[in-house]
């Protein structure tokens, strides 16, 4: 049935969060955030095309690349799918907390043309993972500068956050995963663990892929 598969295939982006150079937060162990953000995007793709879905891969080839540039890769693609791990505020790690914080983020913008549309595979997602036994983290809606995203699900953990570049440069429905905080050492093992990152892997390529499902 290669033609009718072909038919219904979404094509998806999957991005992977930042660089080799530029690897963004630090695990409890030094570990870069760019590896876990490496390992768990690959499994998301390989899950995705084992749906037949199709897939583009962004930061994968070890090159430097501007926020705005990944959402231009792949114009015609159905969906957008940052992926990326967490951490916290710096006072809270010098206060001796990081054991205090975990779970995913889910974010959305206002400003993607296809708001409503990226909140629903927000909600998708955020089902999936806590299917999975995952939890919410809400610390970003703290009211302290540098957080104060706003709640849009408390459930589901997800927030507004107009101004992310990926998302709101994105001209297709985008969605921003923080799937776990690194920053806690407990969690960065967990994370890190080849089960958790295909378990959490699942969870998310089944929701993206039934949330762009054609009829
Ligand atoms: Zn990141």
Redo the contacts with the bound molecule.
């Keep these: 049935m290669a033609g009718a598969t072909a038919a219904q295939a979404s094509y998806i982006v999957v991005d992977t969060?930042?660089t080799p150079q530029h690897p963004?937060?630090t695990a409890a162990s030094g570990r870069a955030?760019y590896a876990y953000?490496l390992d768990l995007s690959g499994a998301v793709a390989h899950d995705l095309m084992a749906l037949d879905d199709r897939v583009t891969r962004i930061s994968v080839n070890g090159k430097e690349i501007a926020l705005k540039d990944r959402t231009a890769q792949a114009p015609d693609a159905d969906f957008f799918l940052s992926i990326?791990?967490?951490s916290i505020q710096q006072a809270w790690i010098d206060a001796g907390r990081r054991r205090e914080f975990a779970g995913f983020s889910i974010f959305v913008s206002q400003l993607n043309p296809h708001y409503e549309r990226s909140l629903q595979c927000a909600q998708a997602i955020g089902e999936g993972l806590l299917a999975a036994g995952e939890k919410p983290s809400l610390y970003h809606a703290t009211p302290i500068q540098g957080e104060n995203r706003p709640l849009l699900d408390e459930r589901l953990g997800i927030h507004r956050f107009d101004d992310l570049v990926v998302l709101k440069t994105a001209r297709m429905p985008a969605v921003l995963v923080?799937a776990g905080v690194i920053a806690n050492p407990d969690e960065e093992k967990r994370l890190g663990d080849p089960q958790t990152i295909t378990k959490i892997a699942n969870a998310i390529a089944q929701a993206v892929h039934a949330c762009n499902e054609k009829p």
């Design positions: 969060g930042h963004g937060a955030e953000n990326h791990h967490d923080e």
